[in-house]
């Protein structure tokens, strides 16, 4: 009986060692994995510059859709997760009477390189309709700016009773002692874009200092109209990236690079620098169709 009991107890000592190993082992191949995974997740964004592309995609859509804000691509800040994640935090800054200001970031979480989720973090007042990409539609440009200061400097968004030609663009400026900061670009699209309620349209264009970020291949610095030409360019090659960036707004930047191929560059309007008074002689002279004060906050 004696002999029994112990062959038993040798049994169950044997089986508790068999769990303790077992959890060893499991706690083991979990501690690896991390890492393992963290490294296949690096390696997978590294392949082909991902990581890199993903974050010129949103300074990009940042550059050529918004016509008030921009990221600071050089503070952009990116990690690496396992299981595949990347998340991208980037600053998002506004320029206002020769000042730039910090006014929030936006950060995209991937998976797979797929697009999880995004957020777009200001700390001003904004809109509750805004979306990203912005997108600006006839009701935004109804702005009244009587009780403005007439001596005060606003950031407006104007739209031009007839379109610009580009290399035009400066002497329309000097007569008003107006700054452009973004110029939007007629595409056929544009029309459409303000009649649209639903705010599936967004308007295209690029700042007036535009400039390569540092982490592009992009070739053109010194002719912000050149580099505009790139940037659609890498866009239209980067399709799906992109799409996953604005769904549920779409571009259709393919038949834009097309229009703007076809009938040159013209401005359909711009966000301007300038002071309330000439911004009243520019509504008085029948310039533009609509105007929308981006600085100081309206609404």
Not at 30 to 53: E, F, H, Q
Not at 55 to 83: H, Q, R, W
Not at 141 to 169: C, G, H, P, R, W
Not at 194 to 207: A, E, V, Y
């Amino acid at each position: 009986m004696k002999e029994l009991l112990n062959h038993t107890d040798i049994l169950l000592k044997a089986k508790s060692k068999a769990k303790w190993n077992t959890t060893i082992s499991i706690l083991s191949i979990l501690l690896l994995i991390g890492p393992v995974m963290y490294l296949l997740s690096l390696t997978y964004y590294a392949i082909g510059d991902r990581a890199n592309k993903q974050i010129l995609a949103l300074e990009t859509l940042y550059s050529l859709t918004d016509p008030a804000m921009a990221i600071n691509d050089k503070k952009v800040g990116s990690s690496i997760s396992p299981f595949f994640g990347l998340t991208i935090d980037a600053p998002i800054i506004q320029s206002y009477n020769s000042t730039e200001y910090n006014i929030g970031s936006h950060e995209v979480t991937y998976r797979f390189g797929k697009v999880i989720s995004q957020k777009k973090h200001l700390n001003i007042p904004n809109e509750s309709s805004e979306t990203f990409p912005q997108t600006i539609i006839n009701k935004d440009l109804e702005d009244s700016i009587n009780e403005l200061d007439k001596d005060s400097t606003v950031n407006a968004f104007v739209v031009f009773k007839n379109s610009i030609q580009y290399d035009q663009m400066s002497k329309f400026l000097e007569e008003y002692k107006a700054k452009s900061i973004w110029n939007a670009v007629e595409t056929g699209k544009e029309k459409q874009a303000l009649n649209d309620s639903t705010r599936g349209t967004t308007l295209i264009g690029f700042p007036t200092d535009n400039r390569a970020p540092e982490n592009s291949d992009f070739t053109e610095d010194s002719v912000p109209a050149q580099l505009f030409y790139e940037q659609l360019a890498f866009i239209s090659s980067n399709s799906s990236m992109i799409d996953e960036l604005t769904w549920p707004i779409t571009l259709k930047i393919k038949e834009r690079i097309n229009y703007i191929k076809d009938n040159g560059l013209k401005l359909y309007g711009a966000t301007l620098s300038i002071k309330v008074k000439d911004l009243e002689e520019m509504i008085k002279g029948k310039k533009i169709s609509g105007v929308k004060i981006i600085t100081p906050i309206m609404h």
